[in-house]
C-alpha cells in the first residue's frame, strides 16, 4: 500500500505524567502496568498497533529522575535508548503541572516531538495556556494536543497526529502481534503491579520480579514460579504477611489478571527472596531484566 505508514513512537515524560495509561489506550488493551505510584514502570515495553494504514510501534518508558540507584540508572539507559530508536516522540506534561519539565526536554532535544498536555480533564483547557507558553518559549513541537488518557478525549486526533509523521514503508511486525516482549515478562509485571498496589511506601520500590519457572502445559493450567526479591528481612516479612495471607493476595490478585492476559489458567507459585543492595548490584541487575 502506497500511503501506509510505519514507524517508532517513543512516550518520554516525568513519572506519572500517564504515559503507561496513554499507550493502554491507544493500543485499546492494557499491556503496561499502571499504580498510582511514580516510577512502577521501568523498562522500555514495546506496544504495536497495526491498522489499516499504519503499523505504530510505541515505545513506553521509565519516568525521567535523576538516577540514585543502578536500578534507576538503568531506568534512564532504556530512556535513551528508545529516545535515539524513535522516529517520533510523544513528550507527555500533566496539564496540571504549574513549571515545565526541562529535566525530560533534555533527553529529546532536537528530535521530531509531539507535546502532549495530558490529565486535560481535570482542568479546564484555557488554565493550560501559561504551560503551553513557557514550553514554548523552550523549543518547537510538531503539534500540541490535549487529552485525557484516562477517559480518551482526544486520543483519535493524537492518534492522527502520530500516523501523519510517521515515514512511509511496510509493516515491520505481523498484524496479530502486540508487543516484542515474552509472556513472561508481562507475568512479572502484572505480578509486580500487585505488589505496587498491596504495598505502601518504600516497599514495592525495593521489589524484583523474576519468573524462575514457567512451564505450558496444553490440556492443563501452566506452572509458574516466580521470585519475589526484597533487599532486606523485614521486608521479606512485611511481603509475606501474618500467616501467608499478604503474600496470597497478591497471588490471588496476580492469578487472577495474568490469566486474563493469557488467556488459559495457571498455577501460580510465589517465593520470596532477600538479597541485599540489590538495586545497586550489576550483576543482579542484569539477572533481573535491568541490563
Known amino acids: 500500500m502506497a500511503d501506509f505508514r510505519c514507524g517508532y513512537v517513543a512516550l518520554v515524560g516525568k513519572p506519572n505524567a500517564g504515559k503507561s495509561t496513554l499507550l493502554n489506550g491507544l493500543l485499546g488493551r492494557k499491556l503496561s502496568i499502571v499504580t498510582p505510584k511514580a516510577q512502577t514502570t521501568r523498562h522500555r515495553l514495546v506496544g504495536i498497533l497495526s491498522e489499516p494504514d499504519a503499523q505504530i510501534i510505541f515505545l513506553d518508558t521509565p519516568g525521567v529522575i535523576r538516577p540514585r540507584s543502578g536500578l534507576h540508572q538503568s531506568m534512564i539507559r532504556h530512556v535513551t535508548v528508545a529516545v535515539g530508536e524513535a522516529d517520533l516522540l510523544l513528550f507527555l506534561v500533566d496539564a496540571q503541572s504549574s513549571n515545565p519539565d526541562t529535566l525530560s526536554l533534555d533527553h529529546i532535544r532536537e528530535q521530531s516531538t509531539i507535546l502532549v498536555l495530558n490529565k486535560i480533564d481535570l482542568i479546564r483547557q484555557t488554565e493550560v495556556l501559561p504551560l503551553l507558553d513557557a514550553y514554548l518559549e523552550l523549543r518547537a513541537f510538531e503539534a500540541v494536543v490535549p487529552v485525557s488518557a484516562l477517559t ?51 516497599v514495592p520500590y525495593s521489589v524484583a520480579v523474576n519468573i524462575s519457572r514457567y512451564e505450558e502445559n496444553p490440556g492443563r493450567k501452566d506452572l509458574i514460579q516466580a521470585n519475589i526479591v526484597v533487599e532486606r528481612q523485614s521486608q521479606k516479612g512485611i511481603m509475606i504477611g501474618a500467616g501467608g495471607r499478604s503474600l496470597k493476595a497478591v497471588g490471588i490478585a496476580a492469578r487472577k489478571d495474568i490469566e486474563a492476559f493469557l488467556g488459559r489458567g495457571v498455577f501460580l507459585e510465589l517465593f520470596v527472596q532477600v538479597r541485599p543492595n540489590w538495586r545497586n548490584q550489576e550483576l543482579l541487575l542484569r539477572s533481573y531484566g535491568y541490563s
Request: glycine share 4%; charged share 30%; aromatic share 12%.
Open 152 to 202: 480518551g478525549y482526544n486520543m483519535d486526533v493524537l492518534l492522527t497526529e502520530i500516523k501523519e509523521r510517521l515515514p512511509a514503508g511496510t509493516a515491520l511486525y505481523p498484524a496479530e502481534m502486540i508487543s516484542t516482549h515474552p509472556e513472561r515478562f508481562f507475568v512479572s509485571e502484572i505480578i509486580r503491579e500487585k505488589l505496587f498496589e498491596r504495598f505502601r511506601q518504600e
